[in-house]
């Protein structure tokens, strides 16, 4: 229809309020602080039962270790036992320089485990330690960040009007 009224009337747009209540607001943060509390929580749960597994799966490790170390020197004690290599009568002026050496060898090794696990015990326990002052950081940044609100807040909403 030309130059007519429109029959199709389109609906007014109905004004909408935005609402300064924050406990909306509040509600939400409050539930996903809680929804991370309780991921949080599921984790700490399961965080001994993987500690424990990965410690049998060590001690099974340790064990299978003993049990090829066993072997072989079963199986070496077999060969000189049957002769089946050439034992020569001068590898006796060298056995007590073997086993000195071997001895050797091994409290060095040692030596260097107990090293080597008093490195990674005192990263673990810095470790733990930068997590308490990263904690403590965020308690102080919590506390300077509503100290600045709050003087905006006073700056910015004059007196008359509170």
């Not at 034992?87 to 056995?95: A, F, G, K, M, W």
């Not at 000195?100 to 107990?114: C, G, P, Y």
């Not at 950081?137 to 600045?148: G, P, Q």
Request: glycine share 2%; net charge neutral; with cysteine.
């Amino acid at each position: 229809m030309v130059g007519g009224k429109s029959t199709t009337q389109i609906p007014s747009k109905t004004p909408r309020t935005i609402s300064n209540d924050t406990s909306n607001i509040q509600g939400i943060i409050e539930t996903m602080q809680n929804s991370l509390f309780d991921i949080t929580n599921e984790i700490a749960k399961i965080q001994p039962r993987y500690a424990q597994s990965v410690s049998n799966y060590q001690a099974e490790y340790l064990e299978a270790t003993k049990m090829v170390i066993q072997t072989f020197t079963n199986f070496q004690s077999t060969l000189l036992k049957f002769s089946w290599i050439n034992y020569d009568n001068r590898s006796t002026l060298y056995t007590d320089q073997i086993k000195n050496q071997v001895t050797m060898l091994t409290e060095n090794i040692i030596k260097s485990f107990d090293i080597w696990n008093q490195i990674t015990l005192n990263s673990i326990d810095i470790s733990k330690e930068n997590i308490k002052i990263y904690t403590e950081a965020m308690t102080s940044m919590d506390i300077h960040n509503r100290d600045l609100i709050s003087s905006w807040n006073s700056f910015l909403i004059p007196s008359y009007c509170k």
